[in-house]
């Protein structure tokens, strides 16, 4: 099975209000088609492992390959380009533009891209929210439906332009028992049939199990 994505040496350094070693040599890699997990307690560096795997923190020691590709060094321009085509991006606050409707909301990063017409934008947003069984709120603002609704939505956001890796920064964090599993459905079937990358953070331990593999953190290292 090929790689997805391949971490060397990573180590980061916060520099105020004194200089702190935040991650310490992390290598690992996680096959294409895999479905990680990565725990730890609060503080322990794993949303800062997170933001650098997605590319959104580029201040960081080591090298990092994206499928096959050494992404470390690259342009802030050339790494918008690979974060919007081929890595779906999971908040823990689903940040939705509140007074679009969902759809909209969906579209956004598939219009950005500019590889299909608005038509057929429309169609793969209606679809991802079908998949998400949100496809009813559709033409409803974003700030108008329930919690567990605005997170399906910002996961079918994520969707749109059939990345292969998808991250998630505690994406089941806000949503209570019964979301979070709809949530977790999801992802096994992305993986499973899709054959996508998932690699989430995550605090909760079912959650954690269920995936196919835990990388656990403790003081900005890999147990």
Do not use: W
Request: proline letters at 2%.
């Amino acid at each position: 099975m090929s790689i997805a994505l391949k971490a060397n040496n990573i180590n980061k350094y916060f520099t105020t209000p004194e200089r702190f070693h935040a991650l310490k040599n992390i290598s690992f890699e996680v096959k294409r088609g895999e479905f990680v997990s990565i725990t730890g307690k609060s503080g322990c560096g794993k949303s800062t492992l997170l933001y650098i795997l997605s590319t959104m923190d580029t201040d960081y020691e080591g090298s990092l390959q994206i499928l096959d590709n050494t992404v470390t060094g690259s342009g802030q321009n050339s790494l918008a380009i690979l974060r919007n085509e081929h890595i779906g991006f999971i908040f823990q606050f689903h940040y939705l533009l509140p007074d679009f409707s969902c759809l909209k909301n969906v579209m956004i990063p598939a219009l950005r891209l500019g590889k299909m017409s608005r038509a057929e934008v429309e169609h793969n947003a209606y679809e991802k929210l079908h998949l998400l069984g949100v496809s009813d709120q559709a033409l409803k603002s974003a700030s108008k439906i329930s919690g567990g609704q605005q997170q399906r939505v910002a996961i079918a956001r994520a969707l749109i332009n059939e990345p292969s890796i998808i991250m998630g920064d505690e994406p089941t964090g806000n949503l209570d028992s019964k979301n979070t599993s709809v949530v977790f459905d999801m992802f096994r079937t992305l993986c499973d049939e899709f054959k996508k990358t998932i690699i989430t953070v995550t605090h909760d331990t079912d959650f954690a199990h269920k995936s196919d593999r835990i990388i656990e953190m403790m003081d900005g290292k890999m147990i």
